[in-house]
């Protein structure tokens, strides 16, 4: 079975500074997908990032980018020039390749003060 | 804009009480899911649907039931509501077509049960 581990339950980071958040994920499957997603205090969750696991680029979107390492099953956020806005918690989930469900990490709640 | 809406934001309801928590969307997506989420456990996966009137278990389906008679709509019901399933519920849907297999998500239900 998929697992995905966030190791890193809190975090915090000063305004303008980069923060990188980790997850590592265990499976034996080769087609897979890796998402970011982000749930502000009181608000909805929504996707940050997304990695598809036989593109060795890794993906960028704006300020956030990620560190992919596939033979270390390694997933990690990098928030870049980091906002308040960017406080939230940030979950990491792993998507099987020809199914839609999501295996979601245990999240790591962002700090981000001035 | 995708939208998914959740009928209730904050519940909250008696040991014994027959719970029904609400989720529309209105993208005329195949996919719909209901999660709940606890502090240190992420998001487990309670129920999915890929159709109208098809359902599938999750990791956590047990004192839990669904419901999908409309394609826009899901229903999770809780036929015997007890204290261990106050949590936060999340609704999401998501089109196997879709940009990024990327799921959407509602805004939460919060659920007490006393």
């Known amino acids: 079975a998929q697992t995905v581990t966030q190791s890193q339950p809190e975090m915090s980071v000063q305004e303008a500074e980069t923060v990188t958040l980790s997850c590592t994920y265990d499976?034996?499957?080769?087609?897979?997908?890796l998402f970011w997603y982000k749930q502000p205090p009181s608000r909805q969750m929504i996707l940050v990032i997304r990695?598809?696991?036989?593109?060795?680029q890794n993906a960028t979107e704006n300020r956030f980018s990620v560190n992919f390492q596939k033979a270390a099953k390694s997933f990690s956020l990098k928030i870049s020039d980091s906002q308040l806005g960017d406080t939230a918690m940030y979950f990491c989930?792993?998507?099987?390749?020809?199914?839609?469900?999501?295996?979601f990490g245990t999240g790591t709640r962002l700090q981000v003060f001035p | 804009d995708v939208k998914v809406t959740q009928s209730s934001r904050y519940l909250v309801k008696r040991t014994g009480e027959k719970v029904f928590l609400e989720c529309v969307q209105d993208?005329?997506?195949?996919?719909m899911f209901w999660y709940r989420q606890d502090p240190g456990l992420g998001l487990r996966l309670i129920y999915f649907?890929?159709?109208?009137?098809?359902?599938e278990k999750g990791d956590i389906p047990e004192g839990y039931s669904v419901s999908r008679e409309k394609k826009e709509r899901f229903s999770l019901i809780l036929e015997s509501a007890s204290t261990n399933q106050t949590s936060m519920y999340l609704c999401?849907?998501?089109?196997?077509?879709?940009?990024?297999?990327?799921?959407?998500f509602g805004p939460g239900t919060r659920l007490t049960v006393l």
């Open positions: 999401a849907s998501s089109s196997p077509t879709g940009f990024y297999n990327e799921q959407f």
């Open positions: 499976t034996s499957e080769n087609n897979y997908y």
């Open positions: 990695q598809e696991a036989y593109k060795q």
């Open positions: 989930a792993f998507m099987n390749g020809g199914t839609d469900k999501l295996i």
């Open positions: 993208m005329d997506h195949e996919n």
């Open positions: 649907s890929y159709d109208v009137k098809m359902k």
